[in-house]
């Protein structure tokens, strides 16, 4: 692609307006809310976020996974603690975290915090919750591992399918959740002429300072 193809995806965003008025007393509610409104407008995967993490090299290393809570505490996602993401966080415990909804919303919200495993009964009862095939290829994944080819993935899921049989697949202890607790979160809304709307919530003791900042 050269310059001109880019040139042409460009488009403006509309004249949809975000103020202080437009977000909730907990801010928390309105990534709820804007979720919500993304998945009704026909979003795909609307809990999909770019999670950013750091290890002990100080390297950003970026991926997206799914949201699977939003609660008092933050943002809850599940993963493998053995993996790239799970030795990061063990060596940094902090993240940062970035949903997009596309048109026709045109928003995107920014979280940045600390991140703290679950407790091991939270993230049984999601595991237990999870189709059969996706708990066995959790169980049996060596996430973020080289591998000598998919046939070994799929021998690992085999092997594991014949142990537990008809029965229950087990949590493995290397695989859980985290929550990541917003000491900063950025609305953002798409406006025309790239005058965009950014309000960001920065948590100062048990209340959230409001701050408007340029695009």
């Known amino acids: 692609m050269n310059p001109s193809d880019f040139e042409r995806m460009r488009r403006e965003y509309g004249d949809a307006p975000l103020d202080r008025e437009h977000i909730a007393h907990d801010p928390l509610q309105t990534i709820r809310d804007w979720m919500e409104q993304a998945r009704a407008a026909g979003v795909s995967e609307p809990n999909a976020m770019a999670l950013a993490t750091c290890g002990h090299d100080s ?3 970026c991926r997206i996974v799914l949201c699977k809570q939003i609660d008092a505490r933050g943002i809850s996602f599940f993963t493998n603690y053995g993996s790239d993401k799970g030795t990061q966080l063990a060596a940094n415990a902090r993240a940062a975290a970035t949903f997009w909804w596309g048109a026709p919303r ?5 979280i940045e915090g600390s991140v703290t495993r679950v407790p091991d009964a939270e993230s049984d009862a999601y595991f237990a919750s999870r189709p059969r095939q996706a708990q066995l290829a959790s169980a049996s994944s060596p996430q973020s591992r080289v591998l000598q080819g998919r046939g070994e993935l799929e021998q690992l899921v085999r092997d594991l399918e014949l ?3 008809d ?3 087990p949590r493995p202890s290397h695989w859980g959740g985290y929550v990541l607790a917003p000491e900063s979160i950025e609305f ?3 406006r025309d002429a790239r ?3 950014r309000l960001r919530f920065v948590r100062d003791r048990d209340a959230w300072r409001v701050e408007r900042i340029a695009p």
């Not at 045109?106 to 920014?110: D, K, L």
């Open 59 to 61: 390297a950003p290393h």
């Open 106 to 110: 045109n928003r995107q919200v920014r």
């Open 163 to 165: 142990k537990v049989g």
């Open 167 to 169: 029965g229950n697949v």
């Open 188 to 190: 953002w809304q798409g």
């Open 195 to 197: 005058l965009h709307d």
